[in-house]
């Protein structure tokens, strides 16, 4: 076992129903469970793993906000003092016809930023080669993965903990 | 399964609605008073506000000049101004009130057509609000023949003789609309009729909704729903052409010459997310009295969408309505906007419109959190009940009232009548049938909402 490889066992489990359980007992024996796989989105299974709300939301507000402010200062920019011109009599810098083009950029802004943002949190960028636990997360077995140097607990002890929680295989995989 | 729950129409509530009536009335009297002491001021602004409207129609084309000028002009031989108010503003609440009744019996039809789950246990509440729909009609009927004469320009025969001085070629050309057949400048047979057969129509509707779903609490199975399903689906049909249709009639009419095929969808708009508002509001009270206790904040938070949804929708809808006109520049659509611009209370409630109805719900009810939790739904359902309040007001008042209306104790008094009868109708419905359905196929999804 080098030391500059990544050390994980991966625990195989055929049904959504005893993984939830699983992940709830694995985690009660105080395992940390690196991520989990699987081939179809399981309802609760973020709740089983504790993981907190995503904050994409607030930077979805945040880029909106951008979008808003970049619209509103180019348009009044541009038509006010750039290059102001007489469009239907209306004033150089009104409001009314401003807001097509702010909602439209508001909206822009807010979803190529949180797009952005997801793949950048998620780690997800061109050339990346995925990591594949096992390839039959893809297929119909849930897949979890539990990075040896983030716990105390010997390869064994945990390999012992994951069997008794109904994973149905237990391999190693390094990186 | 869900536990069986009546709701208790009790006398503690009953208090609280009549205190509601009461100041209503006090202040509606005080108004009256304080209306008719005033007069005499009026009737110099009045005479202020047809120059006012000369001028502003001055730039125009000859024949919607002339005929705005004898709208405004209208104010002289009219009710006095205190009564022309009274009329206005009962017109104003019926149509408001209307509104939230017949979305009672709407909202209940959407959720049978898109099949929707979530909403088995909150669907007796709109219900309830469904039986002001009769007495809407009786109202409507009632205060239209009262007040024809100052509500509605277009109901003045000399506007359809060609040897008056005040003949109205444009209303003449639109008058089959109104008169159809009968004869012109007479009674308004096809307006009637439409009047009567929309109220008859949804109340016929909301019984046979209303029976079906009584039905399946006695004997459960499922033929029940579907039978709801299929009475829900034609309702709606006949819905999205009367609910057009009555928003012309009722409202866009008090303001004949002008016009906007937005109209309808405005109206409705405006309905609806009121409508969702008083829903989510009476169901976040029951549950702080101990009642539905099945609604969890998964309920909440999919009521709370409804209501940001819809607030946005409407300002959607209000906007593509402002904008086409604004940016056309036609004198004769616009002149609906610079009445309503530039005179107060008008100016302050058209701005007052937009902070209520789009800037607070849009903002205060973002964030995930804040649809889930009962305090911020009981701050913003309010906000936007009184917010479409004013919204209304704005559609109605200035075409009675010209230059002379007001936001005063009159309009705030009856609004407190109308929504303290309103209450009480409702409340008294619910308590009349089980708060939540014993037999819907689909309370077991409902129990397991989770969003």
Not at chain 1, 28 to 57: C, M, N, Q, W
Not at chain 1, 62 to 91: C, E, H, R, V, Y
Request: charged share 15%; hydrophobic share 50%; net charge neutral.
């Amino acid at each position: 076992m080098s030391s500059t490889s990544e050390n994980f066992l991966v625990g195989i489990f055929d049904d959504e129903d005893i993984l939830l359980h699983g992940v709830e007992g694995i985690r009660g024996k105080g395992v940390k469970i690196h991520e989990v796989y699987t081939p179809f989105p399981v309802h609760g299974l973020d709740e089983a793993l504790g993981y907190k709300r995503s904050r994409l939301p607030i930077a979805a507000f945040l880029f909106g906000l951008t979008g808003t402010s970049l619209a509103l200062t180019m348009q009044i920019w541009m038509l006010g003092f750039d290059w102001p011109m007489i469009i239907g009599g209306k004033n150089f810098v009104s409001l009314p016809p401003f807001i097509p083009v702010t909602f439209e950029l508001t909206v822009l802004l807010a979803a190529l930023g949180m797009v952005a943002t997801f793949f950048i949190v998620s780690d997800m960028k061109p050339y990346k080669t995925p990591r594949s636990y096992d390839i039959r997360s893809t297929d119909d077995k849930h897949v979890m993965a539990i990075d040896l140097a983030a716990n105390k607990l010997s390869k064994e002890e945990i390999g012992q903990i994951l069997k008794a929680n109904g994973a149905s295989e237990v391999n190693e995989k390094n990186f | 399964m869900a536990a069986d729950e009546q709701y208790i129409f009790k006398p503690e509530a009953k208090r609280k609605i009549s205190i509601l009536f009461g100041v209503g009335v006090l202040l509606f009297v005080l108004g009256i008073i304080m209306a008719m002491n005033s007069g005499g001021h009026h009737e110099g602004a009045d005479h202020g506000s047809v120059e006012v409207a000369k001028n502003l129609v001055a730039s125009t084309d000859q024949e919607s000049g002339h005929a705005a000028g004898h709208e405004a002009a209208e104010g002289h031989h009219g009710s006095p101004v205190w009564l022309k108010r009274i009329y206005s503003s009962l017109w104003h609440n019926n149509i408001f009130f209307a509104g939230i009744g017949i979305i009672g019996l709407f909202f209940v039809a959407i959720q049978y057509a898109a099949q929707a789950g979530w909403s088995a246990p909150i669907k007796r509440i709109p219900l309830a609000m469904g039986q002001w729909i009769p007495i809407a009609g009786v109202l409507m009927l009632i205060i239209w023949f009262v007040a024809k004469g100052d509500l509605f320009h277009w109901t003045h025969h000399d506007l359809y003789d060609p040897q008056s001085a005040d003949y109205d070629k444009i209303l003449d050309q639109k008058s089959v609309y109104f008169f159809w057949l009968g004869s012109k400048g007479g009674f308004p047979t096809f307006y009637i009729l439409r009047m009567v057969a929309f109220f008859s129509l949804w109340y016929w509707f909301y019984t046979l909704i209303k029976k079906q779903m009584l039905a399946e609490d006695l004997e459960g199975g499922t033929q029940y729903w579907y039978s709801t399903r299929k009475l829900s689906a034609i309702f709606l049909v006949i819905f999205a052409v009367s609910s057009s249709v009555a928003a012309w009639d009722w409202v866009m009419s008090i303001d004949p010459h002008w016009f906007s095929t937005m109209f309808g969808w405005y109206v409705f708009a405006s309905w609806w997310v009121t409508g969702l508002a008083t829903i989510t509001l009476i169901v976040v009270n029951l549950k702080d009295a101990g009642y539905l206790k099945m609604v969890n904040a998964n309920h909440l938070h999919d009521l709370g969408k409804f209501v940001f949804a819809f607030s946005v929708f409407w300002t959607y809808i209000w906007f593509s309505q402002f904008m086409l006109i604004y940016y056309a520049n036609i004198p004769e659509e616009t002149v609906y906007f610079i009445e309503r611009l530039k005179h107060a209370p008008y100016s302050w409630v058209f701005y007052a419109n937009l902070i209520l109805n789009f800037v607070l719900p849009f903002l205060l009810l973002m964030t995930r959190d804040a649809k889930r939790h009962v305090a911020m739904l009981k701050v913003v359902c309010p906000i936007v009940i009184v917010g479409h309040w004013f919204d209304f007001y704005n559609m109605v008042t200035p075409g009675v009232m010209q230059y002379n209306g007001g936001v005063g104790f009159l309009e705030i008094g009856l609004a407190c009548i109308f929504f303290a009868l309103f209450l009480w109708v409702a409340l008294s419905a619910l308590s009349k049938m089980p708060l939540v359905a014993k037999n819907h196929p689909m309370m077991e999804e409902s129990l397991n909402h989770h969003i």
